[in-house]
């Protein structure tokens, strides 16, 4: 073969092989992880059913597995979500794990994972979600609109009266009026607590004051399906809670174990 034509042939290769680099180079970095999935979110329509179904697409979490634990939620005086967090545990892959899941003001759902050894009792996810997407907001929206929710999972001997703050029973998106709940019991329930959110100033801000989150305590709500757990429950008149609302059933006192305090 001639020497011009090696060289020709030689020349090719190597810009073969460069475009061949060039492409792969490209490729590799036009191949990002897919994004973290979002959604809109206000209170006033919160979608937490939409965003459980992210999180167990994602997590790969076996659903019957999830139990909640805590839940946070924090808007401005709009409705619109400001802050939203929840723990949950589940089984992934035969492995025990804790997961914590945050959803910013952007509706930009994250969470990170870690290994345990046993997860406590409670209910799923869903379950509370449900309810919570339930709960009528606008009643108890205060001048400021803004609203935290806390949802926490509690146990044990625990008592609540209406002349320390308001307490409701939820029941199909309304919400009833309560004198006290007492539970003593070894099975988990869990007690949505309301504020309303305002921004105060700090005076231990840098440079004079800035802007702080201040909660004001508005009611406790409570779900019948955790009343049930309750050992007695009662109306501001003193009637025993009998779900749904309305006087007991003749000849029942109320829940299972209720009854008028003599």
Request: charged share 20%; proline share 8%.
């Amino acid at each position: 073969m001639e020497p011009g034509k090696k060289c020709l042939i030689a020349v090719g290769v190597l810009v073969f092989i460069g475009v061949v680099l060039l492409v792969a180079a490209v490729v590799l970095v036009y191949n990002p992880e897919p994004p973290a999935p979002s959604l809109r979110q206000n209170i006033y329509g919160l979608p937490l059913s939409e965003m459980w179904a992210i999180v167990e697409g994602r997590t790969g979490v076996e659903n019957s597995t999830a139990i909640l634990g805590d839940f946070r939620l924090v808007t401005d005086g709009g409705g619109a979500v400001d802050r939203l967090n929840f723990e949950f545990y589940g089984d992934d892959k035969g492995l025990r794990r804790w997961y914590r899941v945050a959803a910013s003001s952007t509706g930009r759902v994250t969470w990170e994972a870690l290994e345990v050894d046993r997860a406590p009792l409670g209910e799923h996810p869903l379950t509370l979600f449900a309810e919570i997407e339930r709960i009528p907001y606008r009643e108890l929206a205060g001048e400021s609109g803004g609203l935290i929710v806390d949802v926490d999972s509690q146990w044990g001997g625990l008592a609540y009266d209406a002349g320390y703050g308001d307490l409701y029973a939820l029941h199909r998106g309304e919400i009833i009026p309560l004198k006290s709940v007492v539970f003593n019991t070894t099975e988990p329930w869990y007690s949505i607590d309301v504020l309303h959110a305002a921004k105060g100033g700090s005076a231990d801000a840098p440079g004079g004051s800035a802007p702080v989150l201040v909660g004001t305590y508005c009611c406790t709500i409570f779900t019948l399906r955790d009343l049930v757990k309750a050992e007695r429950v009662y109306y501001p008149d003193g009637r025993p809670f009998w779900p749904p609302p309305g006087p007991p059933p003749a000849g029942t006192g109320g829940f299972p174990g209720q009854g008028v305090d003599s």
